[in-house]
């Protein structure tokens, strides 16, 4: 069975509470309390979104985000009451989409799933719909990087990487207004759908997707930071 979204968390009432308001909301949503029961679930199901939670009774989030992340693509956003920047950035590191504090409203995070389900189901649809015998069209280049848009992949020095599906919606809106300065205030609305998003998770993104493209990360000649602004994507460096 497919479902919207899984929620992963062992505060029962939390998980039972939030399931049923997504479910009376119009988003399809189940939920586990354990890194056991959420590998089971993929046995037989499919999910579009996890809202996964850092603590696990005895098991750890980002443990289950890794094995996650080995096998699939699925955006997962973390929800936890631990607040540090350096949970948060480790969150992000190993594979998280977005972090979510606790207590959240019901209401604003259901508004960032719906806004993120339509947004990688768009994304989905496009890729699947794509069909052009002339490859070339799907592949642009950025130095000694090529991106394939039909596979969503960075090909550098002959190995290819793979773009997470934020990643991926970030490079092709900056490819997109290339040698423009995007503000991170652009960056919230029209990839993230909301103005609910910490520099945080932005800059992890924009980190991630230097480590994969330029040359010398620390030093990029194409994702440069606009310091007060945001962030620009100039084509040639």
Known sequence: MHYSVLIVDDELELSEYTSKYFNMSGVSATYVTD???ALD?????????????????EDSGFELCQMIRAKMNV???FIS?????????LALSIGGDDYICKPYSLGVLLAKVKAALKRYEEA?????EK????????LVKLGNATIDLL???VIRNGEKTPLKAMEFRLLVYMLNNRNRIIKKEEFFEKIWGTEFVGDVTLNVHIRHLREKIEDDASNPAFI??????????????
């Open 124 to 128: 989905s649809q496009t890729a699947s």
């Open 224 to 237: 440069k930071t606009v310091w007060g602004s945001g962030f620009i994507l100039e084509d040639q460096p």
């Open 131 to 138: 069909n052009d015998p002339e490859e070339e069209k799907n």
């Open 35 to 37: 890194k056991d029961s």
């Open 41 to 57: 679930f993929f046995n037989e199901n499919t999910c579009s979104l996890i809202l996964l939670d850092i603590n696990l009774g």
């Open 75 to 77: 955006p997962i956003f």
């Open 151 to 153: 596979r969503a992949v």
């Open 81 to 89: 009451a631990r607040s540090a920047e350096d949970d948060m950035l």
